[in-house]
C-alpha cells in the first residue's frame, strides 16, 4: 500500500506512514497517501488516535470520515514521548463505550504539566459523523470569500508548523483573516462545535511559536502553499465537498 512520493521540495505534507529505504545506495520515501489510507480499512472504527506528527487536518478528518466514528490527532507536531501509553488501555478498554475522550485530556494534560519545550501540545476529538455539516459551511464560505482568502498574509494567520513549512493553519483563523461576517463566523463556530468533541493546547510549542487560537482543525491555505501541492488537495475528498482549491 505504500506509494513513492516524488515530492520536488522533498517535504512531508500530504502523507502517512513514512519509510525511508535505502536503494542500492539512494535513499527512496515510500508512503501512505491519504486516499490509500482511508481504503485500506476492511471496516468501520469506532474510533481511531494518532500517535502522528501534523496530521490534525479537516483533510485527514473528512478523507477517514466513513472509516470511523471518532479520530483523535494532533494539529501540531507530537513530541517523541508521543501518547500517555501507561494509561491509556484503561479508558479505552474498561470502559463501555471506550472513553476516548479521557485518552486526549490525558495526553494534553501530561504536556501542560511539564516546562519550557515539553510543554508543547495540541490535540482534538472528532466526530466524523458530523463532518458533513462543517463541509456545507465551509463550501458556501469558501465561495464568498475566495477573493480574500487568496490575498490573506499567512503571518497573520495561527500555524501549527516549524521550519517554513507553512501548510498547516487553523481553520477558524483562516476564514477570520478573510473578514467572516458576525453572522458567518456564529455559523461557522456552531458547525464546528457540532464535530469537534474536544480541543486543547498549550500555550506554546517547542517555544518556537504561541497558539492563541485552535478551533480542533487544521486546513490547508492555498496562498501559502504551491501550485504542485494545489493538484493534490485538490483532489482530496474535502476540496471535492467544499471546492476549496479551485
Not at 38 to 53: E, R, T
Request: proline fraction near 4%; charge should be negative; include cysteine.
Amino acid at each position: 500500500p505504500y506509494v513513492e512520493r516524488p515530492s520536488p521540495d522533498g517535504i512531508d505534507v500530504k502523507t502517512f506512514g513514512q519509510e525511508i529505504v535505502n536503494v542500492n545506495g539512494q535513499l527512496w520515501s515510500y508512503e501512505m497517501s491519504l486516499p490509500t489510507l482511508a481504503a485500506a480499512f476492511p471496516f468501520k472504527f469506532d474510533y481511531m488516535i494518532m500517535d502522528a506528527c501534523l496530521m490534525g487536518g479537516i483533510e485527514t478528518a473528512y478523507e477517514l470520515r466513513n472509516a470511523t466514528r471518532y479520530l483523535c490527532f494532533s494539529q501540531t507536531e507530537i513530541l517523541a514521548d508521543g501518547l500517555p501509553y501507561k494509561t491509556l488501555l484503561g479508558p479505552l478498554f474498561k470502559e463501555t463505550p471506550a472513553d476516548v475522550r479521557s485518552v486526549c485530556e490525558e495526553y494534553y494534560d501530561m504536556y501542560a504539566e511539564k516546562t519550557g519545550t515539553y510543554q508543547s501540545a495540541t490535540i482534538s476529538m472528532i466526530d466524523c459523523t458530523k463532518l458533513d455539516l462543517l463541509a456545507e459551511c465551509c463550501k458556501d464560505l469558501f465561495s464568498r470569500y475566495r477573493d480574500a482568502m487568496n490575498v490573506i498574509d499567512r503571518k497573520n494567520v495561527q500555524g501549527f508548523f516549524r521550519f517554513n513549512k507553512h501548510w498547516f493553519y487553523d481553520l477558524e483563523d483562516i476564514l477570520t483573516n478573510a473578514g467572516m461576517s458576525v453572522a458567518d463566523q456564529k455559523a461557522l463556530s456552531t458547525a464546528l462545535k457540532e464535530c469537534v468533541v474536544y480541543k486543547a493546547h498549550t500555550p506554546s510549542f517547542m517555544e518556537d511559536f504561541e497558539i492563541k487560537k485552535n478551533c480542533g482543525l487544521s486546513m490547508y491555505l492555498p496562498v501559502a502553499g504551491n501550485s504542485y501541492l494545489d493538484s493534490y488537495y485538490s483532489g482530496l475528498e474535502w476540496n471535492k465537498a467544499t471546492g476549496l482549491v479551485e
